[in-house]
């Protein structure tokens, strides 16, 4: 069983950055493919960015690329998501997800544990 919580969202302006943290409890984190995903009112929970347990290979979705950038590091058992140039689109709550699956997980349904999540709102 592995614990997730999120933290760093908050009410920023377009243009402006944030920095998502999400901690993981046990002693295995570093076995753990981990992802973020978001969900906005009214839509689906959709793919953001994933990293391998190893850290040497990442995915993001088309819309975040070259925006944000995920990270990890196995020795605190956390994961980060810095997300610079925001964008009003961006707004919604972000998930923290694990799994310990090794293929090419970009679906919500390939993730075993969740976090509770963190609200991100950008004004125009």
């Known amino acids: 069983q592995v614990q997730l919580v ?10 402006d950055s ?4 999400c901690q993981a409890s046990g002693r295995t ?3 753990y493919a981990m992802a973020w995903f978001r969900q906005a009112p009214g839509k689906e929970r959709e793919f953001v960015a994933r990293i391998r347990s190893t850290g040497t290979i990442t ?3 088309d819309s975040v690329k070259g925006r944000f950038t995920i990270s990890r590091d ?4 956390t994961v980060y998501l810095q997300m ?3 964008k009003p689109e961006d707004t919604a709550v972000y998930f923290c997800a694990s ?3 090794r293929g090419y ?3 919500p349904s390939d993730y075993d544990y969740w976090g509770q999540g963190t609200q991100v709102t950008v004004s125009s």
């Open 59 to 61: 995915d993001y979705a």
């Open 6 to 15: 999120e933290s760093g969202g908050g009410l920023v302006q377009a243009g």
């Open 18 to 21: 944030l920095r998502l943290s």
């Open 29 to 31: 984190f570093r076995d």
């Open 84 to 86: 610079n140039s925001l």
């Open 105 to 107: 997980m970009i679906r």
């Open 74 to 77: 196995n020795a605190k058992n």
């Open 99 to 101: 799994t310990r699956g």
